[in-house]
């Protein structure tokens, strides 16, 4: 069945350096990622999508990493600042208009 | 910038009550989704909502549940008789495209069944 989720559930990285969240996808139908913050008390937030015929794309200090060959997926943040500090949800879309959301990473960032 | 918004922010209701969650998605979208997310558990996809009628909707969507567009601009989820288990946060979504390009998230309503 689908299902998406996270290798580590808590991140906790110092201040300037760079953050990896991951994520493991099991449709091989997914065609399309996205990858959302979410801050306490508030509503998902996108951050960066990506298609399934592209393995890379860059954002402001963000990129995200598709490798369809293993089916993992990746964020990285670039001088992690303590404004990123949120749970982090990656999740697929199916080419239909349901998406599957994986079970999210907290991120800490330590001053 | 435009945003998706909700109303109430918090809704406490008596086990086996009716309610009503509110969204105003932006205002030039087409596609509406509600989803849920019990305390400290992963967002679930509920329903998907295009052309006024559903798109989409998940094992969670049972008949206790029913979506509206009563207007040009409201967006609603009825849950007709609540259980305890409904106790969640309610976000609604919407988005331009069907393919969920940048869904724009409210910011949730609180649902507590008591």
């Known amino acids: 069945g689908e299902s998406v989720g996270l290798h580590l559930p808590t991140l906790s990285v110092q201040e300037g350096d760079n953050s990896i969240i991951n994520c493991a996808y099991s449709n091989s139908a997914s065609d399309y990622f996205i990858w959302y913050k979410q801050e306490s008390g508030k509503g998902p937030q996108f951050i960066i999508d990506?298609?399934?015929?592209?393995d890379k794309r860059q954002g402001q200090r963000v990129t995200v990493l598709l490798n369809k060959t293993v089916k993992h997926l990746s964020l990285q943040i670039a001088a992690t600042q303590p404004g990123d500090s949120a749970v982090y949800f990656c999740?697929?879309?199916?080419?239909?208009?349901?998406?599957?959301f994986g079970a999210g990473t907290r991120l800490f960032v330590k001053a | 910038e435009p945003e998706v918004t909700q109303t109430p922010s918090h809704q406490v209701t008596q086990m086996g009550q009716e309610v009503i969650l509110r969204c105003v998605p932006i205002?030039?979208?087409?596609?509406f989704y509600w989803y849920r997310q019990i305390l400290g558990q992963k967002v679930e996809f509920l329903v998907s909502f295009y052309n006024n009628e559903i798109s989409e909707k998940s094992e969670i969507f049972d008949d206790q549940f029913s979506v509206e567009r009563p207007d040009g601009s409201n967006f609603t989820l009825k849950i007709r008789s609540t259980k305890l288990e409904d106790s969640a946060m309610y976000f609604c979504a919407s988005v331009m495209t069907s393919k969920g390009y940048e869904q724009y998230f409210g910011p949730g309503t609180r649902l507590t069944v008591t």
């Open positions: 205002s030039n979208h087409l596609y």
């Open positions: 999740a697929e879309n199916t080419g239909g208009f349901k998406t599957i």
């Open positions: 990506i298609r399934s015929n592209m």
